[in-house]
């Protein structure tokens, strides 16, 4: 029997291009090249299966061109890079890779949280910039975490882990909005309160965005959110970018209408609006909330496990469609 033909479209994990290799003939991105879209619809032609990353655009273009696929398998939780509907219409399955990156992500938020409320970048680059030369009472003074309320906008797997670490590790006071509001249980659990999405931007002393994006949820946080926040919050962006419109997020940090903002995801990343990168009071990291190496093979692993599952008959793990 013929092995299905799939594509992996990222460098990734040898022994996860290994086990793919035990179930089908593997053309893989181990260079790591950047693709255009022609080139990926070129290298997908003859596959069943494409194993994606968060940047690699599925769309019906793809797919009218692509006519032999049967599953696109995402090596991330979020999916905006798929057309979910074109992907059902053309018959294709979409996996992502939801659970296995909840924890890591979330402890990647809280630290995030924590470095920008303690302005712990702005900090050390004026201490390697050998500018520390005496004590002062307000140097690099932020703002606690400690007792202080937090508001999280999305309230998903990640978002109750975080609701979960401030509530019960930090005795932070826990707000959140959502397009759902949780079970009573789930309320209990995590310590939260469900309030509107105007109340958690103006009671918050920080503001987390964990939602997923789609054009719904484009520009979340603009000038007008931006300006009902307290002068003294701090905001931070671990979802994906276009949530936030880093324009208005840029000007509102140089005026200081709100104080410090981190930022793990940008509109149009990997490049970065060129603002932010001369602010102090924002914290940039590039996109790296879910990565450790145990969490990063589990999504690979989860999305080779997908392929297996679906181009052997049987029914996907974490089907999007
Ligand atoms: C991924 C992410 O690393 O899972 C997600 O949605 O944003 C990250 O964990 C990234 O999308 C690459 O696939």
Redesign the pocket.
Known sequence: MTQPKILVARAVFPEVIARLEQHFVVESNQLDDSWTKEQFIQKLQGKQGAFT???DRVDAEVLAACPDLKICA??????NNFDVDAMTQAGVIAT??PDV?TET?ADFGFALLMATARRMSESEHYLRAGKWSKWSFDMFAGSDIHGSTLGILGMGRIGQGIARRGAHGFGMSVIYHNRSRLSAELEADCKASYVGKEELLKTADHVMLVLPYSAATHHTIGAAELSLMKPTATLVNIA?GGIVDDAALASALAARRIAAAGLD?FEGEPKVHPDLLTIPNVVLTP?I???TIPT?LA?ANLAADNLIAVLTGNKPLTPLN
């Not at 995402?74 to 999916?79: E, F, L, P």
């Open positions: 990353t968060g940047g995402n090596m991330a939780v979020g999916y992502n890779a990156l992500t994906r995801v996109h909330a879910s990565a990063r999504m």
